[in-house]
């Protein structure tokens, strides 16, 4: 079968590799679409501290299963999809809920769907392998990964996701976040609670706002220079709005100081979707007083960022991670997919055969497709 292997930064190639053979408890997909992702692409730059080298890229994916292991559970044919990661589901954080940070779940993911068959290990054919629920097409079942750290995100800050909202980045995730919280928007206004949401996308590649402002988003231009902010400096002028429709004025606005006021633009829940230090450093002074700020993006190991003590401390503003997602919000997330709540023809909008991989990856880079399917 053919495989899309890399052995380290930068050192990818399409090679023919041994079709695997499912053992006990193990199935073999043959998968039909795996989609393109900003952890693959980070990977293939600089290695990943839970993904080591070598392995055949690849996560998001659907396909059928082509032959399973004794006490697997599934049958030939059964269309699934997959979650990474295989909890223990006996370790003290598997037994607190917080399976996605058991010490082993990520002794062996699942990677490799860029390639003819994907061999699912055990553990994860037991915790993390679902049948795709009729009626749901097979590109929507592959986010099923992505969506399921998305819902994982947002119930880490579920307190803070009634007001104001700004997802800092324009990929697949800022989207993903962005349909949700527009879906909820969408049911309080069915149900008459609160006031309106104002959920603003904030980024660098100003072809990708029109997606956003076409489905009712406020935009932000992040400034170049955002790369290089310091802690405690005037955030604001890194952030350029272009209002849809426009904020209501406020006092200080009036008096010309808006673009150099840090709190002339304040939200109550502030998303990082990048992984730039230098963006990180800017949010707290766009939180609210008592605002939160998610930090979504992982950075590489060891890296630091500047946060504003002040902020954190006078202006009780929070600074909360978010990492991968345990089996319950896996399920929310194909839930959610077959609902429609995550359009899949807006965010798979281009697919290329899997021999011309390299094109799918510069398409999905350019920013020209939120994601590129790759059909074996």
Same mark, same amino acid.
């Given at each position: 079968?053919?495989a899309? =292997? ?6 990818? $190639?399409?090679?023919? %590799?041994? @079709? ?8 073999? %997909?043959? %998968?039909?679409?795996? &989609? @393109? ?18 392995? @055949? &890229? ?29 909890p ?11 399976e ?15 390639a003819?068959?994907?061999? +699912? ?23 099923l990964?992505?969506?399921?750290? =998305?819902?994982?995100? &947002? ?5 803070? %996701? ?18 949700? #919280? ?21 980024g660098?590649?100003?072809t990708?706002?029109?997606?956003f ?6 935009? $932000? ?16 002028? &890194?952030?350029?709005f ?14 010309g ?14 998303i990082?979707? @990048? ?9 707290? $002074?766009? $939180? ?18 500047s ?9 009780e503003v ?8 345990t ?20 965010m ?14 510069? #398409? ?10 790759? +059909?074996?």
């Amino acid at each position: 079968m053919r495989a899309l =292997v890399c052995d380290g930064p930068e050192r990818v $190639a399409l090679r023919e %590799v041994a @079709t695997p053979e499912p053992g006990p408890g193990e199935v073999l %997909v043959r %998968v039909t679409v795996a &989609l @393109t992702c900003a952890t693959d692409f980070k990977l293939l730059r600089r290695g990943h501290p839970k993904f080591p080298f070598p392995l @055949t &890229l690849g996560h998001e994916f659907a396909g059928a299963v082509e032959s399973a292991g004794e006490g697997a559970g599934f049958q030939a044919g059964d269309r699934v999809t997959s979650s990474v990661s295989g909890p223990c589901g006996v370790c003290t954080e598997c037994r607190a809920g917080r399976e996605n940070l058991c010490d082993t779940a990520f002794e062996r993911p699942l990677f490799g769907a860029f390639a003819d068959f994907l061999l +699912v290990p055990r553990r994860i054919v037991k915790n993390g392998l679902r049948r795709i629920p009729q009626g749901l097409a097979d590109e929507a079942a592959a986010l099923l990964d992505p969506l399921a750290s =998305v819902v994982h995100g &947002l119930g880490r800050v579920k307190t803070a %996701v009634d007001g104001g909202v700004l997802i800092v980045g324009t990929g697949p995730i800022a989207a993903m976040l962005f349909f949700l #919280l527009r879906g909820k928007e969408e049911e309080r206004e069915r149900d008459k609670i609160g006031g309106v949401r104002r959920v603003v996308v904030a980024g660098r590649r100003e072809t990708r706002f029109g997606f956003f402002l076409e489905r009712g988003a406020s935009v $932000a231009c992040i400034a170049p220079s955002s790369r290089e902010t310091e802690a405690g400096a005037a955030a604001l002028p &890194l952030f350029t709005f272009k209002e849809n429709p426009p904020l209501p004025e406020r006092a200080d606005d009036r008096r010309g100081e808006g673009a150099r006021n840090p709190r002339s633009r304040s939200f109550p829940l502030v998303i990082d979707t @990048t992984g730039d230090p230098g963006v990180i450093s800017a949010l707290p $002074a766009l $939180a609210a007083d008592g605002g939160t700020v998610l930090l979504f993006a992982g950075l590489p190991s060891g890296a630091g960022v500047s946060l504003d003590a002040h902020a954190v401390h006078y202006r009780e503003v929070s600074i909360v991670g978010s990492f991968h997602y345990t089996p319950r919000e896996a399920d929310e997330a194909l839930a959610l997919l077959s609902r429609g709540a995550v359009p899949a023809a807006e965010m798979v909008s281009a697919h290329r055969p899997l021999a011309d991989w390299r094109a799918a990856f510069d #398409l999905a880079r350019s920013g020209t497709a939120m994601k590129v399917g790759l +059909v074996p």
